[in-house]
T-cell receptor, first 113, second 112 residues
Framework: EAQVTQNPRYLITVTGKKLTVTCSQNMNHEYMSWYRQDPGLGLRQIYYSMNVEVTDKGDVPEGYKVSRKEKRNFPLILESPSPNQTSLYFC????????????FGEGSWLTVV | AQSVTQPDIHITVSEGASLELRCNYS??????LFWYVQSPGQGLQLLLKYFSGDTLVQGIKGFEAEFKRSQSSFNLRKPSVHWSDAAEYFC??????????FGTGTRLTVIP
């Protein structure tokens, strides 16, 4: 089954404690991205990757890092989380070119206290 | 500036009534267009998409959307709303770069 899998789904953490949200897709997609969803703001793109070792900033990259060492994985790293990073995070993937549907993971609820 | 606008933050309709959710975009060329639905506490589900061709697009759950190039709009419609349609609806635009840009969403409440 085609899937984008995120972990953890729910996390409460403290300010400054580094955390990583993993994202894995089993569709051999080239393109992957991360979004955050906040009330009244919709979904905003944090980072995206067009292929292995190719990443670029989205609209709200501050406070986040990503890496794309292998095609299937695209982890989101919060080196020093702050309360304003409390949000719902979605990972997405697509084949990368042409008329493609973008597939989303189920979301990760992150609370920073 | 490039943008996706959903002018209605919250809409309330009676069950059985018709529904139209508005979406306008501002991009140079005709982008790919999508509608997603998010039920409370859930992820995103794709309702329908438009790439090219017929401007009236049919989706799942009885939804349809019409692309109007002259108005840069992609409004979502449903002739008869069911209580289970209560959710938040997002219009999204892909300006052919495989990056989705979302509107701020419209929350739909359905009253019996």
């Amino acid at each position: 089954e085609a899937q984008v899998t995120q972990n953890p789904r729910y996390l409460i953490t403290v300010t400054g404690k580094k955390l990583t949200v993993t994202c894995s897709q089993n569709m051999n997609h080239e393109y992957m991205s991360w979004y955050r969803q906040d009330p009244g703001l919709g979904l905003r793109q944090i980072y995206y990757s067009m292929n292995v070792e190719v990443t670029d900033k989205g609209d709200v990259p501050e406070g986040y890092k990503v890496s794309r060492k292998e095609k299937r994985n695209f982890p989101l790293i919060l080196e020093s989380p702050s309360p304003n990073q409390t949000s719902l995070y979605f990972c997405a993937s697509s084949p990368g070119t042409g008329r493609n549907t973008i597939y989303f993971g189920e979301g990760s609820w992150l609370t920073v206290v | 500036a490039q943008s996706v606008t959903q002018p209605d933050i919250h809409i309330t309709v009676s069950e059985g009534a018709s529904l139209e959710l508005r979406c306008n975009y501002s991009y140079g060329a005709t982008p790919y267009l999508f509608w997603y639905v998010q039920s409370p506490g859930q992820g995103l589900q794709l309702l329908l998409k438009y790439f090219s061709g017929d401007t009236l697009v049919q989706g799942i759950k009885g939804f349809e959307a019409e692309f109007k190039r002259s108005q840069s709009s992609f409004n979502l419609r449903k002739p008869s709303v069911h209580w289970s349609d209560a959710a938040e609806y997002f219009c999204a635009v892909d300006p052919r770069r495989n990056n989705l840009f979302f509107g701020t969403g419209t929350r739909l409440t359905v009253i019996p």
